[in-house]
């Protein structure tokens, strides 16, 4: 049987247990890593590590924990978690995040926060515990997840867009500061993407896909998988010499612009806080 790229490596992956994060996960442990999945829902990272372990090769491993990424002491416990069986974390894959739609008229300040706290804060923890193990075992790879929102204005989304823009700065601060360890830190920018809650709330509503696919050169809807493999690429042997990027991974959308969402966010919010953003009387 021929050698997998990642055998004997060990990976933590934060909000691995569905969406894009899971995708991530399987595709690490497809090539021989040993993967710990962490999030905040016991059930849900339970049912995830049985299905990831059900198609896992021989040699690696599936974990779980749950874990809050705002929470520093919690990050901590999962990196010393995920490097217990070998002594050494090589990839982290910094995931768990959110998006949310709202307007400015209608976000107040701690909302704003909220999304701060965990695209940015939760990241910045998942980097800097990975970076402490990292360091003195001869370094490793870290991929933060941003969104094409980071590069692109979304109207009603604008702590999302600002959290995930925030964090590509931080991963090219991140890559500066640590490339002297070996370590590198990349991000990802996906499109739309078919996980749960995008397909509970955005592929549904026909407006807002139908706007996305005109702005996409490959007019397709992503896969997790889709994401997976780029992510295992970045987490890899193959790029050795790539540090402080952030890569779109999103049919082309950032070559044209980003989605109007508009005519869904009308839909659920209400006329009457539809009159408040645009001024209606």
């Known amino acids: 049987m021929n050698a997998k790229a990642l055998e004997g490596k060990t990976a933590l992956v934060t909000g691995g247990g569905t ?29 995830a590590a049985a ?6 090769p021989d040699g690696a491993e599936v974990r779980w924990l749950t874990c809050d990424v705002t929470v520093e002491e919690d990050v901590k416990r999962a990196v010393g978690r995920a490097a217990d069986t070998s002594g050494h974390l090589d990839i982290a894959v ?7 739609g709202s307007y400015i008229l209608l976000t107040d300040a701690a909302t704003f926060r909220q999304a701060l706290d965990l695209n940015v804060i939760g990241s910045y923890n998942t980097i800097r515990a990975a970076a402490f193990a990292m360091k003195d075992s001869g370094g490793g790879s870290i991929v933060a997840m941003s969104s094409v929102a980071g590069a692109l204005s979304h109207r009603s989304m604008p702590a999302y867009c600002t959290a995930k823009a925030g964090l590509d700065m931080l991963v090219r601060c991140a890559a500066d500061e640590l490339g002297g360890f070996g370590i590198r830190v990349n991000s990802v920018r996906p499109g739309i993407v078919a996980t749960e809650i995008m397909e509970a709330f955005v592929i549904p509503n026909q ?30 042997p193959e790029s050795s010499w790539i540090t402080g990027q952030a890569i779109g991974i999103d049919g082309g959308l950032t070559v044209r612009g980003g989605p109007n969402y508009d005519p869904m966010m009308r839909a659920l919010l209400g ?11």
């Open 19 to 47: 969406g894009i994060g899971l995708g991530c996960a399987r595709a690490l442990l497809r090539d021989g890593a040993t993967v710990t999945i962490a999030g905040r829902r016991s059930d849900v990272l339970e049912a």
């Open 51 to 56: 299905s990831l372990a059900a198609e896992a």
């Open 94 to 100: 910094a995931n768990a995040g959110t998006g949310f």
């Open 207 to 236: 407006d807002v896909v139908g706007d996305y696919l005109e702005k996409m050169p490959i007019r397709r809807v992503g896969e997790i998988d889709d994401v997976g493999r780029l992510v295992r690429f970045l987490a890899g």
């Open 271 to 281: 006329e009457d806080a539809w009159k408040i953003v645009r001024g209606d009387e």
